[in-house]
């Protein structure tokens, strides 16, 4: 059973470029987190999602962030016209119910340039 | 704000000693607890899970809860040099899981 698969691992974009980063759950899990983490610091909860639906997303900032987890494919987390605050660890992690432990994958390192 | 706080270390302690890591949470609504261990530019990784008060047993680690207290702690025993690492404490309400700071455990031999 594959874990949580996130790509790519890094990621180096231009100002005012995109950035958009994939999540795979583990299999038969349906809810997926994304956080964000800075060096030296913890995880910042970013946003929630179930399948097709965006559940809580309080820790998003509301411009040039979104998210999304179809019905069919990886979870996205997009960043358009990034800045160079924007350079994290982004991770996202998976759990099988709402009430569980959630696991987390490699984690895409963005890198503003 | 519901917060989870840590004292963020970094916490020293010599190889087979018991490292004792410590965690508070704000939101009494919290049902679900967990430890997380990451290594220098590495993803979290779950060591424990802990629902209800009392103690949980794991091999070397141990967690406790205390609800009443709102206090979540992890005991690492016979500490070894690999057990370095920053331990993030996770408090979870339906699909809110919020993590401290983190602590940052060196363990020297």
């Known amino acids: 059973n594959a874990g949580v698969m996130q790509n790519p691992r890094h990621l180096v974009r231009r100002r005012g470029q995109e950035a958009r980063l994939r999540c795979s759950p583990m299999?038969?899990?349906?809810?997926v987190y994304w956080y964000r983490q800075l060096p030296e610091e913890g995880l910042k909860f970013m946003v929630y999602?179930?399948?097709?639906?965006?559940?809580?997303e309080s820790g998003m900032p509301k411009e040039r962030f979104s998210a999304e987890f179809p019905k069919e494919g990886p979870s996205i987390l997009r960043i358009q016209q990034v800045v160079r605050g924007d350079s994290a660890a982004y991770f996202c992690?998976?759990?099988?119910?709402?009430?569980?432990?959630?696991?987390f994958g490699q984690g895409t390192r963005l890198t503003v340039v | 704000q519901k917060e989870v706080e840590q004292n963020s270390g970094p916490l020293s302690v010599p190889e087979g000693a018991i490292a004792s890591l410590n965690c508070t949470y704000s939101?009494?609504?919290?049902?679900?607890f967990f430890w997380y261990r990451q290594y220098s530019g590495k993803s979290p990784e779950l060591i424990m899970s802990?629902?209800?008060?009392g103690d949980k047993e794991d091999g070397r680690f141990t967690a406790q809860l205390n609800k009443a207290s709102q206090y979540v702690s992890l005991l690492i025993r016979d500490s070894q040099p690999s057990d370095s690492a920053t331990y993030l404490c996770?408090?979870?309400?339906?699909?809110?899981?919020?993590f401290g700071a983190g602590t940052r455990l060196t363990v020297k031999p």
């Open positions: 992690a998976s759990s099988p119910r709402v009430d569980t432990e959630a696991f």
């Open positions: 299999k038969g899990h349906s809810h």
């Open positions: 999602l179930q399948k097709e639906n965006i559940i809580d």
């Open positions: 939101d009494r609504g919290s049902q679900s």
């Open positions: 802990i629902y209800s008060n």
């Open positions: 996770a408090a979870k309400r339906n699909n809110d899981m919020r």
